[in-house]
């Protein structure tokens, strides 16, 4: 794996640890602005809707930008955000910072995933895929109990000086050592990705049939970068795919069941399996192993055969969810289970990724609406396991409901894995 790929983790922990951090520090941070905690829930919220919302903007904004120019520009507006939520005077400077951190998130990620799978070969893409987003998961494992450890130690306002020293050291990374020719425009749709994209005879897996004379991968080649020429225009085209739609909602159900879940896994640790509130945080980092092994292990997979990696990942999350409803009663159960959800929740991300560009013809966009499918799906499992607890079903209703929004993801896969299957709707995007 190419050293550009560690900067770009590098600056996926960063983004992780600015999103993750703020859970353990908001007691201190609403104490310090003199705040109550549902107005510092903001910095939180206010920060996944600016996820939500700078994943479209600034990818389309920076379309016809080279993707190692806009990643740099993405890491610099991270370093500013946490500059001044660790320098901000009052609350409203504080708020204001976590949204400037937050509207990269989604486009890093987005874009990111394009440059990483440009610098492999495209038997590895899912694998540089999975590297990339290590970043992210050791994040979610380390975020909290780093936050709270600085945040005891030496306050708040260092835990976002430690985050913004990160971002420096990711954007110097990103700088020295992604190639200029990352990411490049494929020349024959005039769009983003620098491997090839799926022929309309794709056998379902997303990379056995690929369209005659591939691309080399950008760090190879040597000549410059040219720009899109059709920029944004044939980005929102790559939308008229059928199979780019049902890949962003397999995508949005998958995390819809994982987060409907783990929304509420607290209250089903201490309520329902007997753990003690101090338990919660190892329990939470198990989970957070769980979710590191997934990546790993999901890009891999779908490197070999991707469609049935990500029926299988989805499956196994439907059934795993299912389990735990059955057995939270057992603490040892439990334990076992949040790690295999972890596992099987974050298999399909690398693979999912790699679906949607590859359907999208490397599309810039689609790899950032991937990302906002995400959160939206966040959102709708952690309102539809409210529901069910406000319902009176108990603190493993959630779990249930996990499982149902993960069966309908599983059935979507499948769906488009058929279609994929078939010439006639294998890909219906049009050719720029």
């Not at 909290?144 to 020293?165: H, I, N």
């Not at 044939?234 to 987060?259: D, E, H, K, N, P």
């Not at 999350?317 to 009663?329: E, M």
């Amino acid at each position: 794996m190419p050293s550009g790929l560690v900067a770009l983790a590098l600056g996926g922990f960063g983004i992780g640890l600015t999103e993750f951090l703020i859970a353990g520090l908001l007691p201190q941070v609403a104490s310090s602005f003199t705040v109550s905690e549902a107005a510092a829930g903001w910095l939180i919220s206010g920060y996944a809707l600016s996820v939500a919302v700078g994943a479209i903007a600034l990818t389309a904004a920076t379309a016809r930008l080279p993707r190692k120019q806009v990643l740099l520009g993405l890491v610099a507006l991270f370093v500013v955000g946490n500059l001044l939520s660790a320098i901000a005077p009052n609350y409203a400077v504080m708020l204001l910072g976590r949204i400037v951190a937050a509207l990269c998130h989604g486009s890093f990620f987005g874009i990111g995933s394009l440059v990483a799978r440009s610098l492999v070969a495209p038997e590895k893409k899912s694998q540089a895929v999975a590297v990339m987003f290590a970043g992210l998961t050791v994040a979610n494992v380390l975020g909290v109990p780093f936050g709270a450890l600085v945040g005891e130690r030496w306050g708040w306002r260092a835990a976002f000086w430690a985050v913004t020293a990160i971002g420096v050291l990711a954007l110097a990374g990103i700088a020295a050592l992604v190639p200029a020719r990352a990411g490049r425009v494929h020349p024959a749709t005039g769009t983003g990705g620098s491997d090839p994209i799926p022929s309309r005879s794709a056998t379902g897996t997303g990379g056995a049939a690929f369209d005659p004379a591939p691309l080399q991968p950008a760090a190879e080649a040597g000549e410059p970068d040219p720009a899109p020429p059709s920029g944004l225009r044939a980005q929102v085209r790559a939308f008229r795919s059928w199979q780019v739609w049902l890949t962003l909602t397999a995508t949005a159900l998958s995390y819809g069941g994982m987060f409907g879940a783990f929304s509420y896994i607290a209250y089903t640790f201490t309520e329902v399996s007997g753990f003690a509130p101090a338990d919660v945080a190892w329990l939470l980092m198990v989970y957070g192993v769980g979710l590191v092994v997934g990546n790993l292990v999901g890009g891999r997979a779908a490197d070999r055969d991707r469609d049935r990696a990500l029926v299988l990942a989805l499956a196994g999350l439907t059934l795993t969810l299912a389990l735990f409803g059955l057995l939270a009663g057992s603490a040892t159960a439990s334990v076992v289970l949040v790690f295999v959800m972890g596992v099987t929740g974050f298999a399909s991300v690398p693979g999912m990724i790699t679906r949607v560009t590859d359907y999208a013809h490397g599309a810039a966009l689609a790899a950032s609406a991937n990302v906002s499918a995400s959160n939206v799906g966040n959102a709708l499992g952690a309102w539809l396991g409210g529901l069910a607890i406000t319902a009176g079903l108990g603190y493993t209703s959630p779990l249930y409901v996990g499982a149902g929004i993960a069966l309908l993801a599983t059935v979507v896969m499948v769906i488009a894995a058929r279609q994929a299957r078939s010439p006639q709707v294998a890909d219906r995007a049009p050719t720029p």
